[in-house]
């Protein structure tokens, strides 16, 4: 079934570091690619990073690239998002999301129908 349980979110200083989980199913990870977004109050939700079920491409978004780490951990049936150096402006709802796709993912968020319940991050300065 197409389920998404993220955890991780909390309260960090900024340029700390947290660590995001989605929890899923084994048919998720290997047929569908998965993906991160954040969506901050009053701003459109924004995709950061994504990673293909065929062979664990990754794509990120400008603004996390070199501080954001997607992977995936097949046993463990879990997407991660370690994220590191985060600011004031990273804060907000980080979401899960499942891409009916199976080659190269994207971090468009109008292609992603399945989505988690989102985990809170914030960044106090």
């Known amino acids: 079934q197409l389920q998404l349980v993220e955890s991780g979110g909390g309260l960090v200083q900024s340029g700390g570091s947290l660590r995001l989980s989605c929890a899923t199913s084994q048919f998720v990870l290997d047929y569908y690619n998965l993906g991160w977004f954040r969506q901050a109050p009053g701003k459109e939700r924004e995709g950061l990073s994504c990673i293909s079920a065929r062979d664990g491409g990754t794509v990120y978004a400008d603004s996390v690239k070199g501080r954001f780490t997607v992977s995936r951990d097949m046993a463990k049936r879990t997407v991660y998002l370690q994220m590191t150096t985060l600011q004031p402006e990273d804060a907000g709802v980080y979401y899960c999301?499942?891409?009916?796709?199976?080659?190269?993912?994207?971090?468009?968020?109008?292609?992603?129908?399945?989505w988690g319940q989102g985990t809170q991050v914030t960044v106090s300065s």
């Open positions: 999301a499942v891409e009916h796709r199976y080659l190269a993912c994207s971090i468009y968020a109008e292609r992603y129908p399945v």
